[in-house]
């Protein structure tokens, strides 16, 4: 069990580029989760996926924001046309996919828009 | 829907003295709770979570936490306090399915020597 993977740890970019993270969940987790947190506050949900599905997408999602897991692996966060506001850190999870279990966090992708 | 309040946003203890950091739920269904802790450029760790089993839950590294229904609480507590305890502590709340957990805005816990 090697945990979740997040890459890259850091990026910083500036304002109106595109960014792509990546996040390996553990193996054979069917559940892979994104959130967001910024400073001082606790993760916000940003989307799910089950399998290669993505079931659930928060409002804080927007238009500029799109997630991915095409063979139900590894996932893709992009963000584009980044704003200073963007700047955060990004979280995935997984969990195996029953009911009340705990979600794994991989150690974050952390973002500076300037 | 549901949501989680983290009563103070920094406690401070000293080494070997209790520890209590307080989260009350809201939530339309039975709840699912849980506490994490996240060091310093990491992720966050799974202390402890209630799924309606015991009301008393015992996590890892001596925490455990209480769900009281009549207080809508779930409190985590520690008898003594350790440096290494020194973290970000968040309180969740998610239903059944699991797949919108809702964070509290978290409490940064400092451990004098």
């Known amino acids: 069990d090697t945990g979740v993977s997040q890459n890259p740890r850091h990026k910083i970019t500036k304002r109106g580029q595109n960014v792509t993270f990546r996040c390996d969940p553990i193996s054979e987790h069917n559940r892979l989760y994104w959130y967001r947190q910024t400073l001082g506050q606790g993760p916000e949900f940003l989307t799910y996926?089950?399998?290669?599905?993505?079931?659930?997408k928060s409002r804080l999602l927007s238009d500029r924001f799109s997630a991915e897991r095409p063979k139900g692996s590894f996932s893709t966060l992009e963000i584009q046309r980044t704003e200073q506001g963007d700047s955060a850190m990004y979280l995935c999870?997984?969990?195996?996919?029953?009911?009340?279990?705990?979600?794994?966090f991989g150690p974050g992708t952390r973002l500076l828009v300037l | 829907a549901q949501s989680v309040t983290q009563l103070g946003s920094h406690v401070s203890v000293s080494e070997g003295a209790l520890v209590l950091l307080r989260c009350n739920y809201s939530s339309s269904v039975p709840p699912y709770l849980f506490w994490y802790v996240q060091y310093p450029n990491q992720g966050l760790q799974l202390l402890l979570k209630?799924?309606?089993?015991?009301?008393l839950v015992k996590g890892i590294n001596g925490f455990e936490a209480e769900f009281k229904k009549s207080e809508t609480s779930f409190h985590l507590t520690k008898p003594s306090a350790h440096m290494s305890d020194a973290a970000e502590y968040f309180c969740a709340v998610s239903g059944r399915g699991n797949n919108d957990m809702r964070f509290g805005a978290g409490t940064r816990l400092t451990v004098k020597p």
């Open positions: 209630y799924t309606s089993a015991a009301t």
């Open positions: 996926f089950q399998n290669e599905a993505q079931l659930e």
């Open positions: 999870a997984s969990s195996p996919g029953l009911t009340a279990e705990t979600q794994y």
